[in-house]
């Protein structure tokens, strides 16, 4: 595969040394990922198939939060679902980075993260946006389906794992990647009027279906302002 890196020859030292330094973090949020389903009672396949499939933290925890919680697996795949919609502008934004063969275009998508993207978009050239964008997509994806399968292989030796505080991993982890959304007043007044929502309608509804619902309702008054 031709992906055009720097012509060169040698990789960037400065986007090696922060490319390892966020592979570092995601693969430890990884391995909470994998130990947590698997001590939650999950099979030890499903999220690793989900994380070589799908390859969307955000989402794989937003899936396995639902199901942990008893939620269905159609409300799994819909909450997973509406927290990967943020991928389709992302997508637009690294457009000139993954054309060529529809393969290439394909691992492309699929390589499509917050991290890769934040990286391209570090630079304006074409030949850099594409070696900060395959680089950190690519070992980023080697980085987290390994340290999931660690994870996986821990969650089937210390079942309990809220003893280690692995349980509040999914909340902090949608937590942080909500957080740096709240830039503006109109946003935090709908993502406050959302979390109230959610929380009035839990005991009514099952779960995952709350903050669905939460969500279409925002969706709709954000459309009409």
Do not use: K
Not at 73 to 100: H, I, K, M, Q, S
Request: proline share 5%; charged share 15%; hydrophobic share 55%.
């Amino acid at each position: 595969m031709r992906l055009r890196w720097r012509t060169a020859g040698r990789p960037d030292r400065g986007l090696v040394r922060d490319v390892a330094l966020v592979c570092l973090a995601d693969a430890i949020v990884g391995v909470s990922f994998g130990a947590t389903a698997v001590a939650g009672g999950l099979p030890w396949w499903l999220p690793v198939v989900m994380s070589l499939v799908i390859f969307a933290g955000g989402a794989q925890f937003a899936a396995v939060s639902v199901v942990l919680a008893g939620g269905s697996p159609v409300a799994a795949v819909a909450a997973g679902a509406v927290l990967n919609t943020r991928l389709l502008p992302y997508g637009l934004a690294v457009a000139d980075v993954t054309t060529g063969r529809w393969w290439t275009r394909l691992l492309g998508a699929h390589v499509t993260t917050d991290e890769s993207v934040a990286f391209a978009l570090r630079h304006t050239d074409p030949a850099p946006r594409r070696e900060a964008f395959w680089t950190c997509g690519v070992t980023l994806f080697a980085a987290w389906n390994v340290a999931v399968l660690l994870g996986v292989l821990a969650g089937t030796v210390v079942r309990n794992t809220n003893a280690f505080g692995l349980d509040a991993t999914f909340p902090a982890v949608l937590l942080a990647l909500a957080l740096p959304t709240l830039t503006d007043r109109r946003t935090r007044a709908a993502a406050g009027t959302g979390a109230v929502a959610a929380v009035a309608l839990t005991p009514v509804l099952p779960a995952g279906l709350p903050v669905l619902a939460a969500l279409g309702g925002l969706a709709c008054l954000w459309r009409r302002r």
